[in-house]
């Protein structure tokens, strides 16, 4: 019976630990390449704002930052740099600036989710129509599956 017991519980943490890297890991092996850096220079230069990401938040880690800059154009955010790679990470305007989760949580209804972020070493995405850059003055990369911080960066 304790052979038993051990079996079940050393196999069922092997199955956790499994599990937990395939969600971590799937998103990192099945990200589409990012675009070319002539196309996101090209891109950035239409920019009226543009900021540096920093590695020294309060909410970054090891396995949480983001580096490099954003730039932010009338219809599009581009991302030149790179992100630390995992699962279902999403980027939002943000009225004020934060930088770690118990910051982004309270306020997270006042901030708009423009879209998902696919690729980690560079991005470049479509602002909808109608969305007034100019109500916003953060821009926050979100990790919708662990309600983790990952970076953010004011531009204005």
Not at 85 to 96: A, H, Q, R, S
């Amino acid at each position: 019976m304790r052979k038993l017991v051990r079996f079940i519980i050393t196999h069922a943490i092997a199955l956790g630990i499994g599990f937990a890297l395939g969600i971590y890991l799937l998103p990192i092996l099945t990200a589409p390449p990012g675009p070319d850096a002539a196309m996101l220079e090209e891109k950035a230069q239409e920019a009226i704002y543009s900021v540096e990401l920093t590695r020294d938040l309060r909410g970054n880690d090891f396995v949480h930052w983001g580096e490099g800059t954003f730039s932010v154009t009338p219809t599009q955010i581009i991302h030149e740099g790179k992100l630390a790679p995992g699962p279902d990470y999403k980027l939002y305007l943000v009225p004020e600036f934060v930088e770690h989760e118990d910051e982004f949580e309270p306020i997270k209804a006042s901030a708009i989710q423009l879209g998902d972020v696919k690729t980690f070493d560079g991005l470049i995405l479509d602002i909808p129509e109608g969305v007034d850059i100019e109500a916003y003055n953060t821009i926050l990369i979100w990790c919708e599956a662990f309600g983790e911080f990952i970076t953010a960066a004011q531009y204005r």
